[in-house]
């Protein structure tokens, strides 16, 4: 079968040539995994993104709209606390108009009171 030594040259060449042909082949089967893999990550890291674009915008348009109706609620506010102020100021009025009302009746009392003893 063998009958020089460039024959077994021969035979050796070619199961070199046999492995480094299924190292290329497992090689580029790797590389294709690793790429495929590589584009997976980043089609979700885009959909991610895409999910937190959407629900940041979602929070700004609340946002938006609360704000437009801020300006009428801080109005309303400011016209309920001023409600509330004048209640308080006529309350206090009546309550120092009673007093001085009654002031003089028991001032008049006291008076002809002593009137009387004089």
Do not use: H
Not at 8 to 32: D, K, P, S
Not at 36 to 60: F, P, W
Request: hydrophobic share 40%; glycine share 4%.
């Amino acid at each position: 079968m063998t009958s020089s030594t460039v024959d077994i040259l021969y035979i050796v060449l070619a199961v070199a040539a046999v492995w480094i042909t299924v190292f290329l082949c497992w090689a580029l089967f790797e590389l294709a995994t690793l790429m495929r893999r590589a584009n997976k990550i980043v089609d979700e890291a885009k959909e991610k993104l895409s999910r937190v674009e959407k629900a940041i915008m979602s929070a700004k348009e609340k946002l938006e709209s609360s704000a437009k109706y801020l300006g009428i609620l801080a109005e309303g506010g400011r016209a309920a606390m001023n409600m509330f102020r004048n209640r308080q100021e006529e309350q206090e009025e009546d309550e120092e108009e009673e007093d001085e009302e009654a002031e003089p009746k028991r001032g008049k009392k006291k008076s002809e009171l002593f009137d009387e003893e004089e």
